[in-house]
């Protein structure tokens, strides 16, 4: 084999680790690209699953709310002579119930946004 030869063979073989590289190089942009994809859908997962979680929080605060309004309602009802301190147990389950709707709310809000 004369050096003509051996060099076009080294010159072809070189073509071909260039192509073999370029394919891997596309394979890998590839696999990256499916990877984001994959992170991206388990961001959606989790958000979808941290607004229901939000969501059954809310429900259930609200449920307490409204227990806890209808209980002072029918207190106030039941006791006119007792409506001084009727109001005053209204107001503070209200005021309680409020501030933990609120407070379940910025917590909602701060998984949401980390």
């Not at 147990?89 to 609120?102: D, I, K, Q, Y």
């Amino acid at each position: 084999m004369t050096n003509e030869e051996r060099i076009a063979k080294l010159e072809a073989q070189i073509d071909k680790l260039q192509t073999k590289q370029t394919e891997l190089y596309q394979q890998l942009a590839q696999a990256q690209i499916d990877q984001w994809q994959g992170r991206i859908e388990d961001l959606e997962v989790q958000l979808h699953l941290g607004a229901m979680e939000t969501n059954d929080k809310l429900a259930a605060l609200m449920d307490q709310l409204r227990t806890r309004w209808a209980e002072s309602r029918g207190q106030f009802e039941d006791a006119a002579s007792t409506a001084s301190s009727v109001a005053e147990t209204l107001r503070t389950g209200l005021e309680s119930a409020v501030r933990e709707v609120r407070k379940a709310l910025l917590e909602s809000k701060n998984k949401l946004a980390s």
